[in-house]
């Protein structure tokens, strides 16, 4: 029970600073805030769920023509998922908990759009040229080969 504390006592916390951002600010700013990140958060839920139902359908024709295919429960899509939920609801601490996970996100974003870039610009190795000597495993190079031991009787 005292685990759950937090998370029961977080929506009193979060309408503590609402009005404590009211008396500070005035109420129609933080009314103006409060309306601006709900339908801002509606509208990343509304595109995610469509972003979300066309991977899980492409996964589904993946999988049925044997290809393989991403988890659907990690990667950018899912957390663009929770940042929508989070600034859905009013508050400053999920919102502040939203931004940091969208910036995670766009950091897998941002990493999803530079891979395939850079598999494809590999640079080839260089040529062996005809001055280079390829020494077979076992055989030590001319420089620091032994010397025969030389016994003078």
Do not use: K
């Not at 937090?6 to 009211?22: K, S, T, V």
């Not at 024709?61 to 957390?79: E, F, K, Q, W």
């Not at 999920?94 to 891979?115: K, T």
């Amino acid at each position: 029970m005292i685990r759950l504390l937090p998370i029961l006592a977080l929506p009193f916390i979060e309408l503590w600073l609402l009005i404590e951002l009211g008396v500070a600010l005035g109420a129609a700013p933080v009314l103006l805030y409060v309306l601006a990140t709900a339908a801002v958060g509606m509208w990343l839920l509304r595109r995610q769920a469509l972003s979300l139902t066309a991977l899980a359908e492409r996964a589904r024709d993946d999988l049925g023509a044997g290809r393989p295919t991403r988890p659907l429960i990690l990667g950018p899509h899912a957390l663009w998922a929770v940042v929508a939920i989070l600034i859905a609801f009013p508050g400053v601490i999920s919102d502040g908990a939203a931004l940091g996970l969208a910036i995670v996100a766009w950091r897998h974003r941002a990493q999803d759009r530079e891979r395939p870039r850079a598999r494809t610009h590999r640079a080839a190795p260089p040529p062996l040229s005809s001055d280079v000597e390829i020494i077979p495993p076992g055989r030590i190079p001319s420089p620091f080969r032994r010397r025969p031991t030389i016994i003078d009787v």
